[in-house]
């Protein structure tokens, strides 16, 4: 009996460390949880900034000459939106 109640310590011993580890697992986990939290939160503050310059873009593309249309998509890194506006505006003239 006495051998028995050893091993179940044993058992229980290991169970104890495998716990230990997951618990420091799970400590890392929620570390690199907390981190990535604060990477999108700068890339949403930085999205936030950038969105009034592309309003300016859209802006001067719209008031550009239709001359201008095709030079100005090639020379400024303009959103998807005017890009779009662009082709649905040279599909719309054909």
Do not use: D
């Not at 929620?30 to 949403?44: I, P, W």
């Not at 400024?76 to 662009?86: I, W």
């Amino acid at each position: 009996m006495a051998g028995v109640y050893q091993q179940s310590g044993s058992l229980y011993r290991q169970l104890a460390g495998t716990y230990q580890q997951s618990g420091v697992f799970y400590r890392q986990l929620a570390g690199a949880y907390q981190q990535s939290g604060s990477f999108y939160r700068q890339l949403a503050v930085a999205y936030q900034q950038s969105s009034p310059v592309y309003q300016q873009l859209e802006n001067a593309y719209q008031q550009s000459p239709p001359e201008l249309s095709l030079l100005a998509l090639f020379k400024a890194p303009f959103s998807a939106n005017v890009v779009n506006q662009f082709f649905v505006s040279q599909l719309l003239t054909m």
